[in-house]
């Protein structure tokens, strides 16, 4: 157990909606990464937030964003779903806002019908 | 453009032999370097980590090693145990991991009895 927890587990939608995805990092961790991983695809970056802010951007659609809230938990925000982005979207954390080693959560399986 | 790469998708090894893994990338700001294993419906957990600065870190049965010059790395297994059977990310970094991780696809590593 990493310490980092995500919910939901699964999701199940349809196209055009709007999901939202939550994640808890480690205690003590300041920063959140969120990765993005399709069937065919390594993981992906998205965006990290660090202590609220947001530090660094990847391959983030403008269809997509998240938060980062005072008690540190993040949310990831999906509007407008299609269906290329059922994926795994997994959240992590680390200590410092330039760690090298980040914890993984389990994990949200999104599915867009 | 993928920078990160593991071209075996899947290796399988005796338990008790070793297991090499292979990784290879392409951008050379990459100053960090870590692997990663992932059991089915689990986030992935981080196993071991080398900086630019050294050619080889050890942790138990668990030794990576790095070739700066050819963009290379490896992750070497010693001796294989049935437990060690998941998928294997490569993972790289630069500015201290400032913009997220960029892994590999994976490698299913198989230990056969």
């Known amino acids: 157990d990493s310490g980092v927890t995500q919910t939901p587990k699964h999701l199940i939608t349809a196209t055009g909606q709007r999901v939202t995805l939550r994640c808890s990092p480690r205690?003590?961790?300041?920063?959140v990464y969120w990765y993005q991983q399709s069937l065919d695809q390594g993981l992906q970056f998205l965006i990290q937030?660090?202590?609220?802010?947001?530090?660094a951007k990847g391959n983030i659609l403008e269809r997509f964003s998240a938060q980062q809230f005072p008690d540190l938990h993040s949310e990831l925000n999906l509007s407008s779903l299609e269906l290329g982005d059922s994926a795994l979207y997994f959240c992590?954390?680390?200590?410092?806002?330039?760690?090298?080693?980040?914890?993984f959560g389990p994990g949200t399986r999104l599915t867009v019908l | 453009d993928q920078q990160v790469k593991q071209n075996s998708p899947s290796l399988s090894v005796q338990e008790g032999r070793i297991s090499i893994l292979n990784c290879d990338y392409t951008?050379?700001?990459?100053?960090?370097f870590l692997w990663y294993k992932k059991y089915p419906a689990e986030g992935p957990t981080f196993l071991i980590s080398?900086?630019?600065?050294?050619d080889k870190n050890e942790d138990g049965r668990f030794t990576v090693f790095l070739n700066k010059s050819a963009k290379h790395l490896s992750l070497h297994i010693v001796p294989s145990q049935p437990g060690d059977s998941a998928v294997y990310f490569c993972?790289?970094?630069?500015?201290?991991?400032?913009?997220?991780?960029?892994f590999g696809k994976g490698t299913h590593l198989i230990i056969q009895p």
């Open positions: 992590a954390s680390s200590v410092g806002g330039l760690a090298n080693e980040q914890f």
């Open positions: 205690s003590g961790d300041l920063s």
């Open positions: 937030y660090y202590n609220g802010e947001e530090r």
């Open positions: 951008n050379s700001m990459f100053d960090y």
């Open positions: 080398i900086s630019s600065i050294k």
């Open positions: 993972a790289a970094s630069s500015g201290g991991g400032a913009d997220g991780l960029t």
